[in-house]
């Protein structure tokens, strides 16, 4: 038995690295899943993945930052499955990586846009679904990057992801009494493409897992179990939390 049978979840940013590791592991657990992502070829790509493997998932393509697109994805779980009872809102941009005093303004907005704006959009759409289903799970892809560390060349990303730890504490202490459970997810460094972005030669690779306890890089199935954890009722008394999975980069002086 699946620790999400019966579920319906959707997943954003799937079509790679957390996100698609969180779809495929979810699917695996029993839940019914709308992969959302803007590049609709490795959705489908996703979809045919996860029914081969007997899983059940549909896909729609589209940016979180636009609100019509956040509404199609809370509709289309309801209208494809009847339901909606889990959310994983990882759908994000590292943005601009320079000189906080040369980010550009247009640049800026974006990323506050995507990682942000764009995780409240899909939580205000999810809500009156997951209410209507009896209560439910929010998890949002937040980081140790601005919570814990300062990382230079960062301001965009930092501010923006712990904007989502704020928004998470509010919706988790409105909405608890319903019986909605909202959490953060904190990773840190991972193997993805968008961690890649910066981890993108043998000396910053190394240089990035050295920042680390565990003097590594997580693979994403690992942040996938956590987000696994959160959004299942294994995870039930826990509410506005903001959970590191960061290798211990957050404590580690080594």
């Known amino acids: 038995?699946?620790?999400?049978?019966?579920?319906?979840?959707?997943?954003?940013?799937?079509?790679?690295?957390?996100?698609?590791a969180t779809a495929r592991l979810f699917a695996r657990e029993g839940a019914m899943v709308v992969a959302g992502a803007r590049r609709g070829a490795e959705l489908d790509a996703l979809v045919e993945e996860i029914a081969e493997a007997q899983g059940t998932a549909v896909a729609l393509a589209g940016d979180v930052a636009d609100e019509s697109y956040a509404e199609r994805l809370s509709a289309l779980a309801v209208e494809r499955f009847g339901a909606l009872h889990v959310a994983v809102n990882n759908a994000g941009t590292m943005g601009a990586q320079c000189a906080s005093a040369e980010v550009a303004l247009?640049?800026?907005?974006?990323?506050?846009?995507?990682?942000?704006?764009g995780a409240f959009l899909c939580a205000k759409h999810q809500i009156p679904a997951m209410l209507k289903s009896g209560g439910g799970s929010i998890v949002f892809t937040s980081t140790f990057v601005g919570h814990t560390v300062g990382i230079p060349g960062f301001a965009a990303y930092a501010a923006s992801k712990a904007g989502v730890i704020g928004l998470t504490k509010a919706l988790a202490a409105e909405f608890g009494p319903q019986g909605l459970?909202?959490?953060?997810?904190?990773?840190?460094?991972?193997?993805?493409?968008?961690?890649?972005?910066?981890?993108?030669?043998?000396?910053?690779?190394?240089?990035?897992?050295?920042?680390?306890?565990?003097?590594?890089?997580?693979?994403?199935?690992?942040?996938?179990?956590?987000?696994?954890?959160?959004a299942s009722d294994a995870s039930s008394f826990t509410t506005g939390a903001a959970l590191l999975a960061d290798g211990g980069v957050s404590i580690n002086r080594t």
């Open 106 to 117: 247009g640049d800026w907005q974006r990323t506050i846009d995507v990682n942000l704006t």
């Open 181 to 230: 459970r909202v959490n953060a997810l904190l990773p840190g460094g991972t193997d993805t493409p968008m961690g890649r972005s910066f981890a993108n030669t043998p000396e910053t690779i190394a240089f990035v897992e050295g920042l680390h306890a565990l003097k590594r890089r997580a693979a994403p199935e690992e942040i996938a179990h956590s987000a696994l954890y959160l």
């Open 1 to 20: 038995m699946g620790m999400l049978d019966g579920k319906v979840a959707i997943v954003t940013g799937a079509s790679s690295g957390i996100g698609r």
